[in-house]
């Protein structure tokens, strides 16, 4: 792209200077992106060997000049913590300080960038009148914005929160001052001071460390530092200015968010280059904005737009860029095989399986109790696809273990036997943990599943440990916890990228915004241009207020905003073929938004111009087939039918026709097929495991009194037996939860005492009801059906099955919360309700074989656990009568029930999906049979 500013500056500085000056130039760029583009521009206009200027970035210029040496952040935080507590008197420890630290440096970064006087900033002024002397050299609105402050905290500045401020607020220019101090005993700073010191040595010599010609190019926002640079250098004729803008906003009949910066910079930088180039946006544009459903949908459309720019495969004329990069994934693996592209984001660690695996360890360890792992961390790490394929049987085996015996919390012993490769130790110190981390990356890093950007991930993973062992063993830092380590290396490795080979000036190039800056593109995707995302919405936590901020000069939002607003028409100025996207995808706050610069395209009179068309994508949705499963009857049904022959070892049991009624499907794929349920660990009992506790404890009560009258004495002795109780209750939630009553979780206790008190109201009730004689507790009936198509038994297990003035009577616990009334037997069997009524048909069919096996008119009692203090016991209501008696509904049941089993075993009717919608909402099986979906 010929006409790009780069190219411009690069033409102008070489038609300008001879070859011999070129050596003594130094060319300073707002990043490093753009030196690779402005060599390639200068290297084709160069025809003879030349030495080449030297290139470098505004952040290195200043760290060049300095002696002294920018340590890593923790290093400085450290220095800054022991400052804090000697001013403050704080008893903090280093890990609980580490967020304040950052929030201070960086206040104290932009201290020293924009040369204020820390003396006047954190002074307390109590009255108008000492903004008046002290603040003399400020303007009228920075001095408001600094009283505002005052009088808003002088307002109820008795409350705790406001003398808590004032309290850190009165120390902070002693901590500044002694920081700094430290900092210059050991030669260290941080890169504002850095900054400051670099001017100040150049107002009190009035000399500079270089008589080169430095040449800026590129930028917009300065801070204090940067102006103080240029205006020392342009005085010694020093300096040249390459700045690059668009008259649309330098020169707006308004104040243009765009030219905030530059208009003024212009004046008092003159540019090198005429302003006749800089009136691209007088020139005709094809711009198109398009709402996109969903944000990752925008990398389809991109992947899509990218394989249009045949031209840019073998130049440097189109470019992608990201507003949001965390679309950088999904679009890496949208983009076609034959695209030519360059990538300048790097690849971000956190979306990598390394960085999934690593945090589900740090985890691992941070959530872990007295050296027991929490179940659903070693899953994660069990289930990552890194792990060497040699570890894949134990590590099955191994939550296989976890589930059948319920460990939420998971001790060392699970392990026994297991080759799990070295990713479960009980560590309990930081140098231990630290040792520990090195060497499962290292071990990870040889799996055979792991491929070269995972190994570049692990590598970067190690190099962050190394860094924290180096740190901690150097500077002494006491790290004393495992919890800190982990937040350090989740912070550190969340942001950061593993960089992607690529060609950086071949084919399309993906960047983010900031690499665009001094870049030009003549086609042009810019993704996500969302509020919240172009302009970003935050600029960080800081301590100092926003109106001392604005008083003082210092960034705040207004000042990102017009930044970015720079940064976007700067992108589009001098591209011809221009397509943004943003999502429209509903979130919390409403519909998604468009950014405020598309709305200014759309609505600038003085671009009507250009061909801008906007308008919402619609993706067409293929609505999903439903093709209706049915299942013939084959010979492997049959085979399922010879089984139910015999009744000593199978009998068809209630809940098995209940499922076959509410829907024939599942019947089909739960016991004909026997497709099995994966195991799940709950952490807390479901309702069903609730109920098995209870129902296997009220048996071990009453099974060994089996054949013998139960008295009033009797129950009033076994409720006064706590100690008896209770062992039930115990053995009962180790059989069925598989854990241990000793073992340190409150849901345990919770559990027996609430089963406690449902066994005492039980027998409470029991009490009432006595004497009668106990049959069976836990009762198995079966009973062969003589009168169908093929004979086979029903049967199961009765909760428990008395005898009252010689009448059967089927008692049913009830511990969830089930209907006791249907309104009619047709009712009970029809397949539109059949889930609703299938705990009464349940009974009812328990109530048909005692009555066919034992010439009976038995009666079903429902005891519903959660309400039986209050003494609910129910009979089974159908219709407007209470059932004393099956005989009231015997002949009519027997007809519809003997009709259900008819069907199920008619060869000529297959197995269907039910029509009940309400059936299907917790199908186990819905995922297979898609009706719901």
Known sequence: MNNSFLYIC????????SSDDFAKMTLVFPNKRAITFFKKHFSTLIQKPVFLPHFTTIKDLFSGMSSAFVPEQIVL??????????????????????????????????????????????????????????????????????????????????SEAKQSFLDIWNVLLDIYTDFKAELRKKSYAYQGMVARDIIEECKKTGDFVSDKTFCFIGFNALNECEKELFSFLKNRSQARFYWDYDVLYTQSNYAHEAGYFIAQYLSDYPNEIPESYFNSFSKPKKICIRAVPQAITQTKVCSSWMSSQKDASHEIDAAVVLADEQLITPLLSSIPDEVTYNISLGYPIRSTQAYTLFVAVLDLYTHMKQSVWYYKDVFRICESPLIDSRHTHSLHKLKKKVVEKNAVYVSSRVLDGLDVGGYFETNQDVDSFLDFLERIVLYTSQSDNCNDIEQSVLYAIYKEIKQIVFLKQEYAIPISSIRFVANMLTKSLSSAMVPIEGEPLQGVQIMGVLETRALDFSSLMVVSVNEGAFPKNSVGSSFIPYSLRTGFGMPTIKEQTAIYSYYFYRLLQRAQDITILYSAQTDDFGKGEMSRYILQLMYNTELAHNAISHYIDSFSVLP???????????????????????????????????????????????????????????????ERQFGNVFHKAIEEIYKADVGTEISPEWVREIMSDTDFIMKQIDASIQEELKVSVSDDIGAISLIRSTIQTYIRNTLQFDLHRAPFFLVGAEEKVAHQLQHVTHPIYIGGTIDRLEK????????????????????????????????????????????????????????????????????????????????????????????????VIDELCDAEVPFFQTQDEKACQMCDFSKICKKNL
């Open 10 to 17: 690069a033409e102008d500085m070489y038609a300008k200077y």
């Open 77 to 158: 935080i450290y220095i800054l913590y022991d400052v804090y507590k000697k001013h403050t008197g704080s008893s903090e420890d280093f890990d609980s300080f580490y967020a304040w630290g950052e929030m201070l440096l960086r206040d104290f970064h932009d201290i020293d960038t924009y040369l204020i006087s820390a003396d006047l900033l954190f002074t307390n002024i109590s009255s108008l009148k000492s903004y008046e002397h002290s603040f003399a050299f400020l303007s009228e609105e920075q001095i408001q914005h600094i009283s505002r402050f005052w009088d808003v905290l002088a307002i109820e500045s008795s």
């Open 624 to 686: 999903l087939q439903k093709n209706e499963i049915i299942i013939p009857k084959t010979d492997e049904f049959f085979e399922f039918l010879d089984r139910y022959k015999e009744g000593e070892k199978h009998s068809l049991s209630p809940s098995a026709i209940t499922t076959y009624l509410s829907c024939p499907l599942k019947f089909y794929f739960k016991y004909i097929r026997r497709i099995a349920l994966p195991d799940e660990l709950s952490e807390l009992p479901d």
């Open 804 to 899: 009252v003035y010689n009448q059967f009577v089927i008692i049913d616990y009830k511990t969830g919360s089930v209907k006791d009334s249907v309104s009619s037997i047709d009712n009970l069997f029809s397949r539109d309700s059949s889930k609703d009524n299938s705990a009464i048909l349940q009974s009812l069919i328990y109530c048909y074989i005692i009555a066919k096996e034992h010439d009976a008119d038995p009666t079903i009692l429902l005891y519903f656990i959660r309400q039986i203090h209050s003494g609910s016991g129910a009979y089974i209501r159908i219709g407007k009568d209470e059932m004393h008696r099956f005989s009231q509904f015997y002949a009519e049941f027997e007809e519809s029930f003997l009709a």
